[in-house]
């Protein structure tokens, strides 16, 4: 059709010589010839083998054996969630299965109005199928459902393999739901890094720095102070007793460094009052004064913090 177009034009410039009528002709020939030049490089199908594949793998997840669902995988197939770093493989994914399969009902339904679809590009061997669903896993002792939305792309290759899937679904609910249902209640979350421990290592650099001032204006006028285990009689003192002991540590060594063992968490508890602490653990190496003698102590850090970012209460544990 649109050659049969073009045909026409050129006829029209021949029959037509005036330059004006040329000229317009020739701006009206141009978008034509723009569309003309664009290809297909794919198709895309509402139905397909590769679809079909796709279908059978939710078959599987809900009622289907380990064998059916590796049978449906390219052996190197890599298979993807969200937030993944690096790609999972048919193992992980089978190990997934089976645990669902174990303490959940699961289905898969597809979710209206949205529909999948197949694309077949032209210099690609296999299709990339796209769907959206709705996932949703009833726990089999608590009855409590698991569900939410997912999309996912897969690629099945010549050989009718999924060679590759991407899913994305939100994680974080997912797993809330999941804890509810085994009657696990969450308590807060765990950051290794965070602001307050930023606090932290600025108290640990005035230490080792031998600035017992810096170090108090970390904490609240009102912080309460312990230690256990060499500390006996330490027990619920104040900031200007806390001083003056940081203080006498600094005077009584020539050197101080504190040096991380693992890494600091910091937890925002839900429960109660709720609140900030941030627990650590350090090995502190120390010069003596008098004596030039090295040591190293082992130590364990617990500090919780006000919504000022002030430290309220530290807790010691001495090796």
């Not at 298979?79 to 669902?100: R, S, T």
């Not at 290794?192 to 650099?205: F, G, M, Q, R, T």
Request: aromatic residues 14%; proline residues 3%; hydrophobic residues 35%.
């Amino acid at each position: 059709m649109k050659q049969e177009l073009v045909l026409e034009f050129l006829i029209f410039l021949q029959t037509k010589p005036t330059h004006t009528m040329k000229r317009i002709a020739l701006l009206m020939l141009l978008p034509v010839l723009a569309v003309g030049q664009k290809q297909r490089v794919g198709s895309v199908y509402s139905e397909h083998p590769a679809y079909d594949v796709v279908k059978e793998s939710y078959r599987v997840w809900e009622s289907g054996t380990e064998e059916e669902l590796r049978a449906l995988y390219a052996e190197n197939a890599q298979i993807w969630g969200p937030g993944d770093k690096e790609a999972g493989d048919v193992d992980g994914e089978v190990q997934g299965m089976l645990w669902w399969q174990k303490n959940f009902d699961v289905t898969f339904l597809e979710m209206n109005p949205a529909r999948h679809f197949t694309t077949q590009y032209r210099s690609n061997k296999g299709a990339y199928v796209f769907d959206w669903m709705m996932f949703r896993g009833i726990h089999k002792e608590s009855g409590d459902t698991v569900e939410g939305p997912l999309h996912s792309a897969y690629f099945v290759n010549d050989d009718g393999k999924i060679a590759m899937s991407i899913s994305y679904f939100d994680r974080e609910t997912i797993g809330a739901q999941i804890q509810e249902s085994f009657g696990w209640h969450r308590n807060g979350r765990i950051y290794d890094e965070h602001p307050l421990i930023e606090k932290l290592n600025e108290v640990v650099a005035s230490w080792e720095a031998g600035d017992a001032e810096a170090m108090a204006t970390h904490f609240a006028e009102d912080c309460r102070f312990y230690r256990l285990g060499e500390g006996e009689g330490y027990r619920d003192k104040d900031l200007a007793f806390r001083k003056e002991s940081w203080s006498a540590g600094i005077a009584g060594t020539s050197s101080r460094k504190m040096n991380v063992y693992g890494y600091p968490d910091a937890i925002r508890y839900e429960k109660g009052d709720g609140g900030w602490e941030v627990l650590s653990w350090w090995n502190h190496t120390f010069v003596s004064a008098e004596t030039g003698e090295e040591d190293t102590v082992f130590l364990h850090l617990s500090h919780s913090f006000n919504n000022d970012g002030k430290i309220t209460r530290e807790v010691l544990w001495v090796d």
